[in-house]
């Protein structure tokens, strides 16, 4: 999808189809980034959800969770004290 805004002041306006596009909503945190010559914005939404696919391809489908085990583990050394 290509469209087009102006900067005047040092600001620009993210256009509406876009914001819509990538669910981008009022007071959501921009990341902008400079690569290959060209400005790369995203949120930090995006960046947690594409980080939390990234972890999961490490974690095997019907395991246990790690989180869980993790407070069994303190808990039960908790207990022993």
């Given at each position: 999808?290509?469209?087009?805004?102006?900067?005047?002041?040092?600001?620009?306006?993210?256009?509406?189809?876009?914001?819509?596009?990538?669910?981008?909503?009022?007071?959501?945190?921009?990341?902008?980034?400079?690569?290959?010559?060209?400005?790369?914005?995203?949120?930090?939404?995006?960046?947690?959800?594409?980080?939390?696919?990234?972890?999961?391809?490490f974690?095997?489908k019907?395991?246990p969770?790690?989180?869980?085990?993790?407070?069994?583990?303190?808990?039960?050394?908790?207990?022993?004290?």
């Amino acid at each position: 999808m290509k469209t087009h805004s102006t900067i005047k002041n040092g600001r620009t306006v993210i256009p509406a189809n876009l914001r819509e596009t990538l669910d981008i909503k009022d007071d959501d945190q921009m990341i902008w980034t400079a690569r290959d010559g060209e400005l790369v914005a995203t949120t930090r939404r995006a960046q947690l959800l594409k980080a939390q696919a990234l972890f999961q391809t490490f974690v095997p489908k019907n395991s246990p969770s790690l989180a869980d085990e993790l407070i069994a583990e303190r808990r039960a050394a908790s207990d022993a004290e």
